[in-house]
């Protein structure tokens, strides 16, 4: 896992101006501390930072390719045929270089099959794969892939970029028009880092985020877009195009009845799992003791085991907080206290098992809001969950450098509250508005409200997004519902949920992989009837079927659990203290942006009283301090 970055410009020659690429790189560092590196040409300047994961001398970046034709599979391996970067303005000319960033989980089949086709291999990495993919194939290389990847192919023969994103958006990849050329990089901050592209933030772009829907292209910041998932972006000469090589289809399932589905889950639960335990260096999961962790679990050790002998364990994590054996607090999101069934799950998969427990002052560190809030780009998190969260990252770090979470399976196999909730299928909004409280979580001032009039944004985004959903013909409206309601959550929520766990982990120097963000899993659950996704009468019916031997009798049956929360005072009182000071501080621009009144009463509220969904009002104020002060963005609106 990676950072990439680059800056094309048919205007100016990006050789003249070595520093502007070298501070986009930089801005980078925290996701690639192992290595840096550059190019440049005539008209592009391409960085890369590395987190070095296979191939650890090999896998330099960027990679280029220089002019040569294809030889013989016969023919002496040891010939390189790649170089890796010059930094001097007289490098010759290359076919194609590239900046990548992810992992390719079939590179071994496609290194087979490029060799079988003539090309000559250097190194081991899935770098060079997907380098050689693309002098073979071009832009159909995305059909090969199978993984997580956001990379860029400056082809310096047709003076084109190309930039491709995985197929669910696991890895991002941000772009911006400048004059005369365009710059991308892995986060915003790298584009901000060139002169010509700055923070700044209009209408739009408080609606998309504030609205909390979630979508992709536009962003936050003004003229800055996402790669769509499963999408491409082509920039050469001729402007800018986009186009997507992958989405969800509504298809006719495959298999009859419950015992063949759960078959296929189980086969394709497996296989992911498997593909993505590949590493050069230490590796572990994380371990909340839900279903879906618990199971990836079991797969992952087991796999261990077998490619590294009996003997080997597989090191597990999970978060707790100083305070939730004696407050836990239930609510419509989390059902139960976490740690127990964590540590049941790793003494029955036989795990090397770590608890992380934080206490208030580790949550309400300045340092530590300020180190998420600039990891997010973004004054929208959600406070505890994600300082938590950028901590246990830390931790696990510590020891390992790649770590795989069951994150998406909600999205998959239907896990969330509003799949059974009959007001959220019955509402005509994105369901996790309802439940999660969210829609008041952030008291706009009312002359911005004014604005934004979010309200309406909302229905015309929500109409776009159910005319967006595939259907099969003849679907009674209850299983319209259904596949509406995965889609949402697969196309919107999970974007937000993957955006956080890449910022967070990357900022720590962690690669965290989804296997259940596999294409072919969500392609094949997305299209199970309803009746079979949820045949014993609760959520996620077919992974508990499927993982059954994998995870104890009170881990299977035990209801779906959200990330934890800390519901200590002191904690409470510390964050009312911190959204004072936010208030107060910047010149009122945070007063500005603020309904003032409807917080007031959340800061006098006793902190033993305060709840989750008022407290989040008070994380996004003081969020929003923090990313002023970080970004200092223009404000057009």
Known sequence: MCGITGWISYREDPRAQISVIERMTSALARRGPDASGTWRGPYAAIGHRRLAVLDLEGGTQPMVAPAA?????????????????????GAVSPDAVLTYSGEIYNHHALR?????????????????VVLRAYLEWGDGLTERLEGMYAFAVWDARRERLLLVRDRLGVKPLFFAGIPGGLVFGSEPKALFAHPACRPRV?????????????????????????????????????????????????RPHPDRGIAATVDTVRSHVERAARAQVEADVPRCTLLSGGLDSTVL????????RVREGPAARLRSYAVDYSDQVERFTGDVLRTGHDTPYAAEAAAFIGTDHHLVVLDPRDLLDPAHRAAVVAARDSPIGVGDMDTSLYLLFGEMARHSTVALSGEAADEVFGGYPWFRSTAARDADTFPWLLVT???????LHPALADTLRIGE????????ALAAVPHLD??????????????????????????????????QGLEVRVPYCDHRLVEYAFNAPAALQDFDGREKSLLRAAGARLAPH??????KNHYPATHHPAYHRGLQDMARDALSAGQGRVRDLVDEGAVKDLLDTPPEHLQWGHRLRLERVVDLSLWLDEYRPELAF
């Open 437 to 443: 409280g969210d829609q008041a979580a952030m008291p």
């Open 112 to 128: 087979a099959e490029l060799r079988s086709r003539g090309h000559r291999f250097a190194t081991r990495s899935d770098t060079e």
């Open 297 to 304: 679990t079991a797969l992952l050790a087991d796999e261990l």
């Open 457 to 464: 944004f909302r229905a015309d985004t929500y109409r776009s």
């Open 69 to 89: 034709v294809p030889v013989p599979p016969s023919s002496d391996e040891s010939h390189k045929g790649l170089r890796t970067p010059r930094s001097s303005a």
């Open 202 to 250: 209009d209408a739009r772009g408080m609606r998309e985020a504030y609205g909390l829907l979630f979508g992709t292209g536009e962003t936050l910041w003004s003229g800055v877009r996402e790669v769509q998932p499963g999408g491409v972006a082509v920039f050469d000469r001729s402007g800018l195009s986009e186009r997507v090589y992958w989405r969800l289809a509504a």
């Open 554 to 559: 009170s881990v299977l049956h035990r209801p």
């Open 474 to 507: 003849g679907e009674t409206p209850a299983q319209r519902r259904r596949r509406e309601l995965q889609h949402l959550s697969l196309t919107r929520w999970l974007r937000q949920l993957l955006h956080r766990k890449d910022r967070l982990s990357m900022a």
